[in-house]
């Protein structure tokens, strides 16, 4: 019948309208599931940042007790002050946050003193900022939470030439300053700064941070050591050790035939756990009639530190501390000891042999003669002081005047300093390279003295090389010789610069690479900004800055 037709059209549109109204509220369902995962993460920032305003609140409320020690900790446990990527300086603060480098923050004591900390030391190391940014920085003049840092350049060009920039040159020259107080580069866990100096146009970071001695490689064991004037007890020590020792007639008889037999090229000891490596001697003659003995194994010697007649025994037995030259510092590396006799016609080696003991092993080794009739020599009647001094007189004439492969570049350029670490002038041998690296330069032409060379000038630079971090250690010299008929041409220098240093002198030498079967030494004196390069051709050109 129709109307069952029609029943059944009817439940055919309701089931379509229950359908329908399944589709929809799915939709809706899906829409609320959507506003609501919305709602839930509003909601954890919401709870974030108020649980930040929440804690600024307590942290600036006195009555609540807290102690900026634990707002940094919380920050800390909750690394919400991680540090920042290398290479970048972003802002350390947002709105949420900004209350702990406010005036009023619990922590404005500690932050203030940050902030002196390091405004105070851009003078102490001014010359480490100038080799790490090129920048001379100074802070403004204002109240802790609104110090700006300032710069200008670090080098400025005057009659041609490259010169540092001064104090004066704030009033001529054109300041960058950070855009926003320093505080906002704060790290307060760590308390230290890394400020932005870009400026609003410049792509990328220009940071500069507060701990740029750090990055130069002063450690805080250096600095103590500066303060405890370490430096100057090692001068005093290397005083004694150069100046001029009388020793009595018969004494210094003695010791000067010990030396020169132990000195005679066939006088060579072995022992069987050595393998190929021999011991043998050579002695240091020293002002007026002392000698020092040198000991050497495989050629890693070691220097007396008591002069040959101070251990030697009226009745010939000797027991002697050796340390590494221009390393006393670290104390005794070897002993030796043994006997001999210094009669009137000879002087012999009494027992079979010497005995040697380095400091890193447990039992001590006794070393043979390789051949049995290189123990003794024929004692020198006569010992003149005079002729001694002649013979050194002699020796320095050569050093200053190379003859070709002579056998004396390791003494025009001798290798000082080893352990850097824990050298008592190492702090002050990284100021005096950072000293040397903002004086000399591309910019800085050195003059000859001599025209008739073919060498016009001279440059010298500050290099390190293969991506190495910029510190005191890793930094080499670049020598850039102008030849007139070739241009510039670059030769760098042997190892890094700070192993050649000699503070005493206030110089540097080094050997350069030069051609192919040449020694070379290049001596830079940093107070008179000459650099003298001996070369063995038989050159030896001087070079002069205005």
Request: proline share 3%; aromatic share 10%; hydrophobic share 35%.
């Amino acid at each position: 019948p129709v109307h069952h037709m029609v029943l059944i059209a009817k439940e055919r549109e309701a089931f379509c309208f229950l359908c329908l109204i399944s589709i929809v509220v799915g939709l809706r369902t899906l829409s609320e599931d959507h506003e609501h995962v919305q709602h839930l993460t509003q909601r954890f920032r919401e709870k974030k940042a108020s649980h930040f305003k929440n804690f600024g609140k307590r942290g600036m409320d006195p009555e609540e007790g807290l102690t900026c020690s634990a707002v940094r900790s919380y920050f800390e446990d909750n690394e919400l002050m991680e540090d920042q990527e290398s290479g970048k300086c972003d802002l350390m603060y947002d709105e949420d946050s900004s209350f702990v480098i406010q005036s009023d923050s619990v922590c404005a004591d500690e932050i203030s003193s940050a902030v002196t900390e390091f405004c105070q030391g851009l003078s102490r190391w001014d010359l480490v900022n100038r080799v790490l940014y090129g920048k001379q920085l100074r802070c403004t003049d204002d109240d802790w939470d609104s110090i700006a840092l300032e710069s200008i350049p670090a080098f400025k060009t005057a009659n041609d030439i490259q010169v540092r920039t001064t104090a004066e040159d704030w009033n001529s020259m054109e300041k960058q300053q950070s855009r926003l107080p320093i505080v906002q580069w704060l790290n307060i866990v760590t308390m230290k700064f890394n400020v932005d100096m870009a400026g609003p146009g410049d792509d990328g970071w220009e940071c500069v941070a507060s701990d740029s001695a750090q990055q130069w490689g002063i450690s805080p064991e250096m600095q103590a050591q500066e303060k405890k004037e370490s430096c100057k007890a090692w001068h005093m020590q290397q005083q004694d050790m150069a100046k001029e020792v009388s020793a009595p007639d018969n004494s210094a008889t003695a010791a000067y035939n010990l030396c020169r037999l132990f000195s005679k090229h066939d006088f060579h000891l072995t022992n069987s756990e050595y393998g190929d490596n021999e011991l043998y001697f050579r002695c240091a003659w020293h002002p007026k009639n002392a000698f020092r003995l040198h000991a050497c194994i495989g050629g890693i010697c070691k220097q007396s530190m008591k002069y040959v007649h101070e251990v030697l025994g009226e009745d010939g037995l000797f027991n002697m501390s050796l340390s590494e030259e221009n390393g006393e510092f670290l104390g005794p590396q070897w002993y030796l000891w043994g006997d001999v006799a210094v009669g009137q016609d000879t002087t012999t080696l009494k027992s079979d042999g010497l005995t040697l003991k380095q400091f890193h092993k447990t039992t001590p080794k006794t070393f043979s003669l390789k051949a049995a009739d290189a123990g003794s020599i024929a004692t020198s009647e006569e010992f003149s002081p005079e002729d001694f001094q002649e013979k050194r007189d002699d020796l320095n004439e050569k050093i200053q005047n190379p003859d070709g492969h002579d056998g004396l570049w390791d003494q025009r350029c001798p290798h000082l300093n080893n352990h850097w670490q824990r050298h008592p002038c190492a702090y002050e041998m990284a100021m005096w390279i950072a000293d040397f690296c903002t004086t000399f330069s591309h910019a800085l032409p050195m003059d000859q003295m001599d025209d008739s060379a073919t060498e016009g000038k001279l440059k010298l630079q500050c290099v390190n090389y293969g991506g190495t971090s910029r510190t005191w250690t890793s930094i080499k010299l670049e020598s850039l010789p102008e030849i007139k008929e070739l241009g510039e041409q670059s030769r760098k220098g042997v190892d890094a610069i700070f192993q050649y240093v000699d503070l005493t002198s206030q110089t540097l030498n080094m050997p350069v690479e030069f051609e192919t079967g040449f020694d070379s030494c290049m001596s830079v004196s940093l107070p008179e900004r000459k650099a003298v390069h001996w070369r063995s051709d038989e050159k030896k050109l001087v070079f002069q800055a205005a």
